[in-house]
C-alpha cells in the first residue's frame, strides 16, 4: 500500500503536476486591432502639441528600442524584468435582517472587483537608452490628453498585454512549452513610480510602470495550440 506521502511525490513527479518555472517568461506588448507596432508608436505624443514638452517620440530612438524586437508586431519584451499580476476578488456582506437575536447573521455575495481596483504591473530595466523614459513616459502624457476612449486603429494608443510563462520541455518534444498565459486587453499605462538617484554602489534600476485595461484571461496548457 502506497503511503500519502509517496502518492503525492510520485502525482508531483508527473509532467502536468511538476512545479512550473517561475524566471521563464516574456512579455508581449501587440497594438489593438489591425494596428501595427509603427502605428501605435506614431500615435504616442501626437496629443501633446499643445504641451510645452511636445511629447511626440525620436524616430531614432524608436529605431534603436526596436531593433532586436522578437517579432514585427511586438513591442518591448525584452526589457521586462518584473510583473505583478493582478488577483481576483468579490465582496462577501452580511445579511441586512433585523432582530436576528441570537442568531449569527448570513452572508451573501456583493460587487466583484472593479477593474480600477486592478492594476497590471510591469518592472522595466532602466539602460543607457531608457525604454520607461523614451517610450512609456511620453505614453502616459499622451494618454492623459487623449483619455481611454475607443478609437479607430490608425488612431489608437492602446495596446493588449501577454505575459507568456514556459515550463519544462516534453519528452516527445524539443520546444519549450507554454505553462500559462494571461492576456490583458485595451491597456495603456497610467503611473510610473519616482525614481531615485544617489552616490553610492552602482546597481540594476528597475523602474515599476502600472497598467490600466478593460478586460483580462487566463490561459493553462493547450497541448494543440502552442502559437507563442
Known amino acids: 500500500m502506497v503511503g500519502p506521502t509517496r502518492a503525492a511525490l510520485d502525482v508531483l513527479s508527473q509532467w502536468e503536476y511538476s512545479l512550473p518555472f517561475t524566471s521563464q517568461w516574456i512579455v508581449k506588448i501587440d497594438p489593438v486591432n489591425t ?102 513616459r511620453p505614453w502616459i502624457i499622451t494618454a492623459g490628453y487623449s483619455g481611454l476612449l475607443a478609437q479607430p486603429p490608425n488612431r489608437s494608443i492602446k495596446c493588449n498585454i501577454s505575459i507568456v510563462q514556459y515550463t519544462r520541455g516534453l519528452a516527445a518534444s524539443n520546444a519549450r512549452p507554454i505553462s500559462m498565459i494571461y492576456q490583458f486587453f485595451d491597456c495603456v499605462p497610467i503611473s510610473i513610480l519616482a525614481n531615485s538617484l544617489s552616490y553610492g554602489d552602482e546597481h540594476e534600476v528597475i523602474k515599476s510602470v502600472s497598467w490600466t485595461f478593460i478586460n483580462y484571461t487566463t490561459k493553462i496548457f493547450d497541448f494543440q495550440n502552442q502559437e507563442i
Do not use: C, H
Not at 531593433?67 to 488577483?87: E, H, Q, S, W
Not at 445579511?95 to 522595466?124: E, H, P, W
Open 35 to 136: 494596428a501595427t507596432s509603427n502605428t501605435l508608436l506614431s500615435n504616442i505624443g501626437v496629443g501633446t502639441i499643445y504641451d510645452k514638452a511636445k511629447w511626440s517620440l525620436d524616430s531614432q530612438v524608436q529605431q534603436i528600442l526596436f531593433a532586436n524586437m522578437v517579432n514585427n508586431d511586438t513591442l518591448g519584451t525584452y526589457f521586462a524584468r518584473k510583473v505583478d499580476i493582478p488577483g481576483e476578488s468579490f465582496q462577501v456582506q452580511d445579511t441586512q435582517n433585523a432582530d436576528m437575536f441570537g442568531y449569527i447573521q448570513g452572508t451573501v455575495g456583493g460587487n466583484r472587483s472593479t477593474i480600477t481596483s486592478k492594476q497590471l504591473d510591469i518592472g522595466f530595466i532602466s539602460t543607457n537608452l531608457d525604454f520607461v523614459e523614451g517610450i512609456i
